[in-house]
């Protein structure tokens, strides 16, 4: 096979799809990774990036379409980038994220679990998100059917990134993985602010004030909570938009003014304002009630997350007397989720304000066996090591648990360990590093964010 080059024009067959969401052809032995494409299409395509073991595309024309594709309902869909999977049915979809979990478990952990299971399907696979972050602009990207309309103003726009252009959003009318109420909102939010005259930020420049508009809604209290993160404290210019606001959405319990002055690009505020109402909004899970700040790490996806905790229960497999370590516990809700199966639960957690809501929220619900210490897990478990736990859960962040943590692990050797994972690929590592001293029973896929390649999993492991 000659060289490929950048920019070079191919035509391949794909064949499956990759964890991330492209399409796997091949030309020769050698793997192209194609955007926007399905197994069973044939394109036309063009290279991006051409690396020593891999290269990848995007697709110019579609030769032959798979059989595999439907109508994506969303006219944004192909463009933000959010949603990989619109134009394919759930079903597959769900078949798809199994097999990378297995795909990931046997190539990356060498390993193979004794079951896995069916991915358990989500109750909703639209409207099914609490929180939402969408982007100003002053840069708005248009669609190639926006072109061709004069009257679009460049000038302004709330919604996503366009993916590979970091300072270039396009506009959404409508995302369909939130409800309703949020879009309305989000279609007042922009009204609003587009005739406010408070100048967006500049993401080269690093000049202006609008950076994001967060929303946030509790499925059980019908409550919401809009947060708007600036470069600099405008509380006062947020009033008429809250009275407004309030006013025409009664659900809005909570608006802030998050400040973000850092040039880097994130909605979490080094401040936080109160503009209306409270600083929290509610939400619950099984018996237990969470109060939520805007800054809180909360499961996006509430209905699918008390079935994804319930598994977690199933497979600690407590009797009332164990002791349970609960490993980056978060604002707490997997350690409240288990309090009443366990004689104690601690939880350990480097962020200082999610150890503040886990307590809090302990409180809130009357929990008297939760123990939440604040520190750097490789230092502050050992602390704790002259009780050992009998079932340890893991839910670490993307990046999977540091090696320090698997080896102190491998030491510790409670009798059970649960493995909550966003990320097959982090998982299948961190298990493989275990499994000499674990059998690994069951993995059970659970489908938190339908229309995307992402998949949380919970896996099962028991001492040998």
């Given amino acids: 096979m000659k060289k490929?080059?950048?920019?070079?024009?191919?035509?391949?067959?794909?064949?499956?799809?990759?964890?991330?969401?492209?399409?796997?052809?091949?030309m020769d032995d050698f793997v192209v990774l194609v955007d926007q494409t399905l197994p069973g299409?044939?394109?036309?395509?063009?290279?991006?990036?051409?690396?020593?073991n891999y290269a990848e595309a995007f697709p110019i024309e579609i030769l032959e379409a798979s059989h595999l594709r439907i109508e994506a309902p969303c006219k944004h869909f192909g463009y933000c980038g959010g949603c990989k999977w619109q134009n394919v049915p759930y079903t597959v979809q769900l078949k798809f994220k199994k097999a990378h979990v297995l795909?990931?478990?046997?190539?990356?952990?060498?390993?193979?679990?004794?079951?896995?299971?069916?991915?358990?399907?989500?109750?909703?696979?639209?409207?099914?998100?609490?929180?939402?972050?969408?982007?100003?602009?002053?840069?708005?990207w248009l669609t190639p059917e926006e072109l061709n309309r004069p009257e679009i103003k460049k000038d302004f726009a709330l919604g996503f990134h366009v993916p590979r252009f970091f300072d270039r959003v396009i506009d959404i009318e409508k995302c369909w993985l939130q409800s309703d109420l949020l879009n309305e909102i989000l279609d007042f939010s922009r009204s609003f602010f587009r005739n406010s005259g408070?100048?967006?930020?500049?993401?080269?420049?690093?000049?202006?004030?609008?950076?994001?508009?967060?929303?946030?809604?509790?499925?059980?209290?019908?409550?919401?909570?809009?947060?708007?993160?600036?470069?600099?404290?405008?509380v006062d210019r947020l009033k008429p938009f809250s009275e407004q606001l309030v006013k025409r959405f009664p659900q809005v319990v909570s608006v802030v003014n998050n400040v973000n002055t850092r040039s880097g690009q994130t909605a979490f505020g080094e401040q936080e304002f109160l503009v209306y109402g409270r600083p929290t909004i509610r939400e619950k899970l099984g018996d237990f009630i969470f109060e939520i700040s805007a800054n809180s790490f909360f499961q996006t996806n509430t209905l699918q997350a008390e079935n994804l905790y319930r598994i977690v229960a199933e497979y600690a497999r407590l009797q009332g007397h164990e002791t349970v370590w609960d490993m980056y516990s978060g604002t707490g809700t997997i350690a409240i989720f288990l309090s009443p199966y366990a004689r104690q639960v601690i939880g350990?957690?480097?962020?200082?304000?999610?150890?503040?809501?886990?307590?809090?929220?302990?409180?809130?619900?009357?929990?008297?066996?939760?123990?939440?210490?604040?520190?750097?897990?490789?230092?502050?478990m050992k602390a704790y090591q002259h009780a050992p736990p009998d079932v340890v859960i893991c839910d670490p962040p993307r990046a999977g648990m540091h090696p320090d943590v698997v080896q102190f692990l491998k030491q510790l050797r409670p009798e059970r360990l649960v493995y909550v994972s966003c990320n097959p690929t982090t998982m299948a590592r961190d298990l493989g590093g275990l499994i000499p001293f674990y059998r690994l029973v069951e993995v059970q896929p659970v489908d938190m964010f339908p229309h995307t390649h992402h998949i949380e999993s919970v896996a099962r492991l028991e001492r040998k």
């Fill in 41 to 52: 299409d044939r394109v036309r395509a063009r290279l991006r990036k051409v690396k020593k």
């Fill in 198 to 234: 408070i100048p967006v930020y500049h993401l080269r420049k690093h000049e202006g004030i609008l950076r994001y508009l967060m929303l946030r809604q509790s499925f059980a209290f019908e409550e919401v909570m809009v947060n708007v993160v600036t470069a600099e404290n405008i």
């Fill in 348 to 380: 350990f957690e480097l962020v200082e304000s999610a150890v503040e809501d886990a307590r809090r929220n302990a409180e809130l619900n009357r929990i008297a066996n939760c123990t939440f210490v604040q520190g750097d897990i490789r230092t502050r």
């Fill in 103 to 140: 795909e990931s478990l046997e190539h990356i952990g060498k390993i193979s679990p004794e079951t896995i299971h069916d991915v358990l399907p989500a109750p909703q696979i639209f409207g099914y998100r609490n929180k939402m972050e969408f982007s100003f602009s002053d840069n708005r």
């Fill in 4 to 26: 490929l080059k950048r920019k070079q024009e191919i035509v391949l067959d794909i064949e499956k799809v990759a964890f991330g969401g492209q399409g796997i052809g091949r």
